[in-house]
């Protein structure tokens, strides 16, 4: 296994898929890298390709109010996409660039060893958890994969498109808190 410098600078200088050619930084994760607790997207915004960090827009203010809101400092946990470039005009991920890309965040994941791993969105979660997961249906329920508890919450853009939503992103929040408290 990499160490964590190799992995971040073979990320930066990757060229496996053609979303190398149009970023201006490689988004590769920030935060504790014992974090029990890890975070990951889709992929990166425009905010974060000009940052080189996840979740510093919008959704990410938003998200960190949620953190807050549960007891659960950003610097404690680790957050990640399963794409390391932004994709053009914020569209979803391709199955390839997923594919191209998906080896880093596993080699993040084995560094890290997290007690939970969440999901923001239904993408990530079809692609970590289940290929037809349902956010609506199964945001916040838990699932065994491997050594990992993994589960879904719905990502923080789609809390700003629709704030119905909240009290349930609310809701899972404070239940994972809670299982991260379980010994």
């Not at 938003?62 to 957050?79: F, M, N, P, T």
């Not at 239904?122 to 699932?143: N, Q, Y």
Request: include cysteine; hydrophobic fraction near 40%; charged fraction near 30%.
């Amino acid at each position: 296994m990499r160490s964590w410098e190799e992995l971040e600078a073979a990320c930066r200088g990757c060229t496996r898929c053609a979303l190398s050619e149009s970023r201006t930084n490689c988004v590769f994760g920030t935060g504790s890298r014992e974090a029990k607790l890890m975070f990951v997207g889709e992929a990166p915004g425009a905010k974060e390709d000009e940052t080189g960090i996840p979740f510093v827009g919008a959704a990410g203010k938003l998200l960190d109010k949620y953190l807050c809101a549960v007891g659960i400092s950003r610097e404690d946990v680790y957050i990640a996409n399963i794409l390391k470039c932004r994709p053009p005009a914020n569209r979803d991920p391709m199955p390839e660039e997923q594919d191209a890309c998906i080896e880093y965040l596993r080699e993040q994941v084995m560094l890290i060893r997290p007690k939970v791993i969440v999901c923001l969105g239904r993408i990530a979660a079809m692609r970590l958890i289940k290929p037809d997961f349902k956010i609506t249906k199964e945001h916040g329920v838990f699932f065994k994969k491997n050594d990992f508890t993994l589960c879904a919450v719905y990502h923080p853009a789609a809390l700003l498109r629709d704030p119905r939503k909240k009290e349930d992103m609310y809701s899972d929040m404070k239940n994972i808190a809670a299982l991260l408290q379980t010994p």
